[in-house]
């Protein structure tokens, strides 16, 4: 797909059809999240892959809003460090945030849908994913194949307009 | 260009060719960024966009490894406001991280070269920039042609490998 049509096809999916994605899918997607650039070339993640649909289940009860991980064909959890420096913390999450998004156009790119989710329940996220006592999960990447409507370019994106959010030269 | 071709050619570039970059392809790569997802679609961001060489000469002092700010073509200062809440300031570098993402790639579609940075003296950059009080500057996204050779796809990243990052199913 042409790039453009990638980013501007993506958006939130919470509905999947129920058809696993190919292996070659999912690595595509992972590979685009490991080549994310990162503070000094850090590289603070890790990925767990997970398609096991009860384990999926599982995993969906790390938060409220984490229902739609229980109807995917698979989700990337993404894994950090626990830190006490607030200055690392804030660099580890717009790296994750980098790498979450180049997952996610690769993913458009495919035509499979995607829907992040937060994680509250840090023991539950660690039962489920086996987790050292060191790392947590910061993120659920959900992806399918989208059970609503397939993906294509949105022309009208639910966003602050582009006169409001660019400014010209200065503020 | 084919997204997986962006992606894979997205790379940190830091020397520019002194050639201006079209009005059409900043804006696609600021719409890129207006486009990305944010945490309860809040948009945390706001962009200011400085194409002045000698505002970008001022601009280029904020932080000791800016200096490819001032031979850039163009930089996107991507702008947040202040918060007392470490973890509204979390949510917003993660979706700050997303909106970067999604800018670097739209730019490599386009053959356009970008290497952010972060942001030590705030003084400046907001003196700069016209800053209000209640905002600064997260990161400087550097843009324009590479001075080096053009962009294409890297088959062998500086990364850690994929084995190293991604387990399956559990740490």
């Given at each position: 797909?042409?790039?453009?049509?990638?980013?501007?096809?993506?958006?939130?999916?919470?509905?999947?059809?129920?058809?696993?994605?190919?292996?070659?899918?999912?690595e595509r997607i992972l590979e685009a999240g490991r080549r994310a650039?990162?503070?000094?070339?850090?590289?603070?993640?890790?990925?767990?892959?997970v398609t096991d649909r009860k384990q999926l289940g599982e995993l969906a009860k790390v938060?409220?809003?984490?229902?739609?991980v229980g109807?995917?064909?698979?989700?990337?959890?993404?894994i950090l460090a626990h830190s006490d420096d607030a200055g690392e913390r804030e660099r580890a999450q717009y790296d994750i945030g980098q790498a979450t998004m180049a997952m996610q156009i690769a993913a458009?790119?495919?035509?499979?849908?995607?829907?992040?989710?937060?994680?509250?329940?840090?023991?539950?996220?660690?039962?489920?994913l086996g987790l050292p006592k060191d790392r947590y999960a910061a993120y659920l990447i959900p992806?399918?194949?989208?059970?609503?409507r397939p993906l294509e370019p949105i022309k009208k994106p639910d966003?602050?307009?582009?006169?409001?959010?660019v400014h010209r030269g200065r503020w």
């Open positions: 797909m042409d790039t453009w049509d990638a980013i501007t096809s993506r958006r939130d999916v919470r509905e999947f059809e129920d058809r696993p994605l190919a292996e070659e899918e999912l650039p990162s503070s000094r070339n850090w590289q603070p993640w890790d990925f767990v892959l938060w409220r809003g984490a229902g739609h109807r995917s064909a698979a989700t990337i959890a993404v458009a790119d495919l035509g499979i849908g995607s829907g992040h989710s937060a994680v509250g329940d840090q023991d539950q996220a660690r039962a489920v992806l399918g194949y989208p059970a609503d966003r602050r307009t582009f006169a409001e959010v």
